[in-house]
């Protein structure tokens, strides 16, 4: 099971920008594809955004299409997500996950390596 740590969360106003990173300290998940879940407050997890392992296909849900984007280093081992224009609606503690080829994929019991959570949160 791959350890993932976030980073990148913080407070930022509507319309701002902030770009999460998710790193494997020490593993290598070049490999697999990886994911990007939210949960907001008092509300279940949700899809966010999924990458291959290769990069060369991404997946996003309806509500950040065009306002996010997935990428990833493998030779840093390291996946991002660039989100901007945020919104209110955005703030939640946000979840890399991994997984094992093929993928990528879409909800959160194909995954079986998780991060603890950055949190993001957009005011009005």
């Known amino acids: 099971q791959v350890q993932l740590v976030e980073s990148g969360g913080g407070l930022v106003q509507a319309g701002g920008s902030l770009r999460l990173s998710c790193a494997a300290p020490?593993?290598?998940?070049?490999?697999?594809?990886m994911g990007w879940f939210r949960r907001p407050p008092g509300k279940e997890r949700e899809f966010v955004a999924a990458?291959?392992?290769?990069?060369?296909?991404?997946y996003y849900a309806d509500s950040v299409k065009g306002r996010f984007t997935i990428s990833r280093d493998n030779a840093k081992n390291t996946v991002y997500l660039q989100m901007n224009s945020l919104k209110p609606e955005d703030t939640a503690v946000y979840y890399c996950?991994?997984?094992?080829?093929?993928?990528?994929?879409?909800?959160?019991?194909?995954?079986?390596?998780w991060g603890q959570g950055t949190q993001v949160t957009v005011s009005s």
């Open positions: 990458i291959s392992w290769s990069g060369g296909s991404t």
């Open positions: 020490g593993r290598t998940f070049s490999s697999g594809p």
């Open positions: 996950a991994a997984s094992t080829p093929p993928g990528p994929y879409t909800r959160p019991y194909e995954y079986d390596g």
